[in-house]
């Protein structure tokens, strides 16, 4: 048996810790399940895995994938070991993607490298807010901002996504997606902690601005179903002036869709069969633009127009 067969299969059959670089498998997932390693970061080729052959490496998948993909992987959740799980669980699949070390050095490069640059331009858009305002509050939430609407800038992602290798092409929304779990549930928590200590960022005491920004942290808590539920009570709880009817109607509605229910503004949809944006189910749809008008929004129809083309490319045929 020649000297990269022996590193793989002493990893497999309990060998001498020194003469194993990727470890046993199941001591490799813990210590990616416990945060000590990322598989973000990870050098298969120094840990001997590339210089194992097709057989060992699939011996010692079969024994990790288990603990890493679990019986069900998802990105809707805040809960930190799962996030971790599905991020790690992303470069694994980058990895069993590969059919040797070249292709895996190569797709792996370029999304480490394309993280790096979406990493450093929401960087650069937090640090490039002018605050508009004294309380550091306020400009804490207004560089939060920058950053929840950066990662979601359709134009970024065509840069960060561009000329990609197949099978980086294939993975990066799952990439980026790892990346605004991160952002979404700090943002979550980073909002919770200022309403125990000041309440609402309320018109009235920090701006028109202030209170949308903190809606829009509430609007994409989606992770966190009860938060937007508690949420929804307490906006509509507080006095007229204080903030926006518009969050009051989104979110009513952003709730109502996570809860499987009818909306009841129009407010929330996705792009139809035909191509056109569209609103999901509404609850007594003749009175929408009743409802509509009374929280200060435009009708349906003029609401529906509104969408860009560009949003739902007109499915092929």
């Not at 993280?115 to 305002?133: I, N, P, T, W």
């Amino acid at each position: 048996m020649n000297r990269s067969l022996i590193i793989l299969a002493s990893a497999l059959c309990g060998g001498p810790a020194a003469a194993a670089p990727l470890g046993k498998p199941a001591d490799f997932v813990a210590r990616v399940q416990s945060g000590k390693t990322s598989l973000e970061t990870f050098d298969f080729a120094k840990a001997g895995y590339w210089t194992a052959g097709n057989a060992e490496r699939a011996v010692w998948l079969a024994k990790v994938q288990p603990g890493i993909f679990g019986s069900k992987l998802t990105s809707e959740t805040c809960d930190r070991s799962e996030r971790r799980r599905f991020a790690n669980a992303m470069w694994l699949m980058v990895l069993m993607q590969s059919p040797d070390e070249s292709t895996w050095a190569e797709n792996a490069g370029a999304l480490r490298g394309r993280l790096r640059q979406l990493d450093a331009d929401l960087d650069a858009a937090a640090q490039g807010v002018v605050v508009k305002s004294a309380d550091p509050r306020v400009a804490q939430l207004e560089r939060r901002i920058a950053r929840d609407q950066g990662i979601r800038d359709p134009a970024l992602d065509a840069r960060w996504s561009a000329n990609l290798p197949a099978i980086s092409a294939k993975n990066w929304f799952a990439m980026k997606l790892g990346r605004m779990m991160a952002i979404d549930c700090d943002d979550t928590e980073w909002l919770k902690a200022q309403l125990e200590e000041i309440g609402w960022f309320d018109i009235e005491t920090y701006g028109k601005d202030a209170d949308k920004n903190a809606w829009l942290l509430v609007q994409h808590a989606d992770r966190d179903p009860p938060f937007q539920r508690w949420m929804l009570g307490y906006l509509q709880g507080l006095p007229p002036g204080k903030t926006d009817p518009h969050n009051v109607a989104y979110l009513f509605d952003r709730v109502a869709v996570a809860d499987k229910r009818p909306q009841r503004y129009g407010t929330q949809g996705s792009c139809g069969p035909d191509g056109g944006w569209q609103p999901f189910a509404i609850e007594d749809p003749e009175r929408v633009d009743d409802r509509r008008a009374s929280a200060g929004l435009a009708p349906l129809a003029e609401y529906v127009a509104s969408f860009p083309k560009e949003a739902c490319p007109a499915p092929a045929k």
